[in-house]
């Protein structure tokens, strides 16, 4: 039999080269995820949990009504006339990578320019408390 060949031993990469394989990782990671995304937009939504969410103006402070509806998971993919309003309570699934699908097939990105304006039940709880706790500070203030 012939002997085993001996272990070689893996090279080590500059640290320019070891970056670069480090970002190409970011990178497919963040493809993968999209990927994962993308398949779970055309799951039966009847067979994702759906919840209830806020959708919130309040942090972003758009000039708008609303919150346009987007036809697929791209931001530029607006649907012409589809709309949620500002203030208003949506239901569907939170499908990860900042896509929300809605009941009815459309889709909502859960945050604008960084700031989050889908929230889930329990910040939406938490926000609509903190409105009506600055409602009743502002009745207990008196009145000149």
Request: charged fraction near 15%; hydrophobic fraction near 40%; include cysteine.
């Amino acid at each position: 039999a012939a002997p085993a060949p001996a272990p070689v031993a893996a090279p080590s990469l500059p640290p320019s080269a070891e970056a670069q394989v480090m970002t190409s990782l970011a990178e497919a990671e963040a493809m993968t995820a999209a990927a994962l995304a993308a398949a779970l937009a055309f799951v039966d939504p009847g067979a994702m949990p759906e919840y209830e969410y806020l959708v919130d103006n309040s942090r972003l402070q758009a000039k708008t009504k609303g919150l346009r509806c987007r036809q697929t998971m791209n931001v530029e993919d607006r649907h012409p006339t589809a709309a949620v309003e500002w203030g208003s309570t949506i239901h569907g699934a939170d499908l990860g990578g900042g896509w929300f699908r809605l009941s009815n097939g459309m889709f909502l990105p859960t945050s604008v320019n960084g700031v989050v304006v889908l929230l889930p039940p329990l910040q939406k709880r938490q926000l609509l408390q903190q409105q009506q706790q600055e409602q009743q500070q502002q009745q207990q203030q008196p009145q000149h």
